[in-house]
Nanobody, 128 residues
């Protein structure tokens, strides 16, 4: 079992940047796909980005402003968020799925149902 802890959230003005961290304990990342999702009040949890050893995927709405990176030595994956918009205020979650999971293969990394372990979330607030 993998335990995930997010950090790095906070309050920024529109146009600002934040870097979120997702630290994993347990097994290491190479066998996992790591997803970032966000949930705004009253809305469903939505896909932001995903990383695996094969590829990195991003939601179309990000328009190239977010970037995933990984530090294998620290078992930590990062989400660099630039040019943040007020509409991106949400709790941000990281989650993992086994890269070879049939469920992940069938649903794709954009579907939150494919992930089986989640962090507690970190709040990001973007003011106008």
């Amino acid at each position: 079992q993998v335990q995930l802890v997010e950090s790095g959230g906070g309050s920024v003005q529109a146009g600002g940047s934040l870097r979120l961290s997702c630290a994993a304990s347990g097994r290491t990342f190479p066998i996992y796909t790591v997803g970032w999702f966000r949930q705004a009040p009253g809305k469903e949890r939505e896909f932001v980005a995903a990383w695996s050893t094969r590829s990195a995927d991003y939601a179309d709405s990000l328009e190239g402003r977010f970037t995933i990176s990984i530090d294998n030595a620290k078992n930590t994956i990062y989400l660099q968020m630039n040019s943040l918009k007020p509409g991106e205020t949400a709790v941000y979650y990281c989650a993992v799925a086994l890269t070879r999971s049939p469920l992940l293969s069938r649903l794709g990394p954009q579907d939150r149902i494919a992930y089986y372990s989640w962090g507690q979330g970190t709040q990001v607030t973007v003011s106008s």
